[in-house]
């Protein structure tokens, strides 16, 4: 079993500067899993990035998806639309690449989590129940639906991952 540390999880450790109340909870969920991946990945053999145990996500697809969802959400939650950068991003989550790292998925997803977090220090609270519209078909969402979604999928992705590299773990014997 992953062991984490000792300290109480993010939520419990009172606010973060800077963030807006109202977001704190969307704050904690992002540092926590931030937390979480770090410590299920120390040690993990890069070998086993791409490897789907009985067909789930690799362990590398969970890395390049989550930061990959932040952008997008954050992007959205702001008003804007997708770059064309970001819709070639979105084309290579979970294709194999051999010069894809572990160093370099954290990096890359640590860079997106502050910049999340960072952003979420800017929004302007009496935005939150703003209209903004989602994807090409322009779906109706909230700055605040998009902010939770993001911290829920996030979670929903860290869990996933951790499920996936302890199987990935017990079948190596770690």
Known sequence: ??????????WLRGPLEEVPALLQPVAHALLQAQ???????????????????AGVASPAF???????????LFTYAAGNMLSPEQLEYLSKEGKPA?????SILLAAFDTQL???VTALKAVDTDTLTA??????????STVLGLLFHAAEHTMRHTGQ??????????KQGV
């Open 131 to 140: 209209v903004r519209m989602v994807g090409r078909k322009q779906v109706p």
């Open 98 to 102: 051999h010069d894809i790292t572990l």
């Open 114 to 116: 502050q910049k999340a």
């Open 35 to 53: 937390e979480e991946i770090h410590e299920m990945l120390q040690d993990f053999p890069e070998s086993r990035l791409w490897e789907q145990p």
């Open 1 to 10: 079993m992953v062991a984490f540390n000792k300290l109480p999880e993010v």
């Open 161 to 170: 991952l951790l499920v996936t590299v302890q199987i990935l773990n017990t």
């Open 62 to 72: 969970h890395l390049q998806h989550i930061p990959g969802v932040l952008d997008r």
